[in-house]
């Protein structure tokens, strides 16, 4: 016996809703992106927003012993976050260590994004797959190889002492912040390279070719044509850059030494060694908020920038 699926026939007004609520996204191509998205945007905003709201409520407790928490709700964790000397040095040096580390990846980052949207011709994902080659390796296998090329008895050292440039190893090549910058900006180099090679490749060349027929020269189009036209992509590289650099904890650990330490190793042992979850989670909220108004303040001002400039 063949079964049927029986349909309720919808009413006038049902009928009406429907088509209303389809013509209203209909006009907002915007509202049915989000639409599609709206699964995974659950989902991911549920995982990431439970880990953030136990971090809050934790945050106002407060430690009594080893693993022993006050729950009756304090806010000394934030004002040692805000007043303690150690936390705002490292702080501004971890702001200091990623904004440096962005100016460079992207700085390094647009000259081959620059080449590989505008001069190469033919086998264009061959370019992007070599520049996606570092990501075949593990993070840590490529922090170790800057300790092998930047460590005392290096390469860097090796090198110049062969050379006869130096007499003995130059110690300064390692565990400070300098090693972390390199080391930061070597690992997110190809994250820079991939937004800013996106923008380029979208630029219209007429644009350029009606620069160029009225007397424009190359550096005059690349500065009021080129470079606004990337901007995006710069933002976007700045973002996905400063971002999780500010809150690395494992290349200052291992090439920073004691004068590279960030922020994020302070929470980091606060949630290991010391046990101090409430600590660590309040100077994690507050690490975290800082650096959602900074980038929320830079995204802002260079979109203003880029609206007057056009």
């Not at 509202?31 to 880990?51: A, C, D, K, N």
């Not at 190889?145 to 130059?170: F, T």
Request: contains cysteine; positive net charge; hydrophobic residues 50%.
């Amino acid at each position: 016996m063949t079964g049927h699926t029986l349909t309720m026939p919808l009413d006038s007004a049902q009928t009406r809703t429907l088509s209303q609520a389809r013509g209203f996204i209909g006009r907002r191509p915007g509202l049915r992106g989000y639409l599609l998205l709206s699964p995974t945007l659950m989902i991911v905003g549920t995982l990431m927003l439970i880990p953030v709201l136990g971090m809050a409520v934790m945050s106002f407790w407060q430690q009594t012993g080893h693993m022993a928490f006050d729950m009756s709700g304090t806010l000394n964790n934030y004002a040692e976050a805000f007043t303690r000397d150690m936390y705002r040095v490292l702080f501004l040096r971890s702001l200091s260590i990623s904004g440096l580390t962005t100016l460079a990846t992207v700085v390094m980052a647009f000259p081959l994004a620059f080449f590989i949207a505008f001069y190469v011709k033919r086998h264009k994902m061959v370019w992007i797959i070599l520049v996606t080659l570092p990501f075949w390796t593990s993070y840590l296998l490529r922090v170790f190889s800057w300790k092998v090329i930047l460590g005392y008895n290096g390469a860097v050292n090796s090198g110049l002492m062969s050379l006869g440039m130096i007499s003995e190893p130059l110690d300064f090549l390692m565990y400070n912040p300098t090693a972390v910058v390199i080391t930061l900006t070597h690992a997110w180099a190809t994250v820079a390279i991939l937004p800013i090679y996106v923008s380029l490749e979208k630029i219209d060349r007429s644009l350029l070719e009606a620069a160029t027929d009225l007397g424009d020269s190359p550096f005059v189009r690349f500065f009021r044509i080129i470079l606004p036209l990337a901007l995006p992509g710069i933002l976007a590289a700045c973002v996905l850059i400063f971002i999780p650099t500010v809150g690395d904890y494992v290349t200052p650990s291992l090439v920073g030494g004691s004068d590279g330490y960030m922020i994020a190793n302070v929470i980091q042992f606060q949630f290991g060694r010391g046990s101090n979850w409430p600590s660590g989670a309040a100077i994690s909220l507050t690490s975290m908020t800082i650096v959602a108004i900074l980038v929320g303040a830079f995204v802002w001002s260079a979109r203003r920038l880029s609206g007057r400039r056009g």
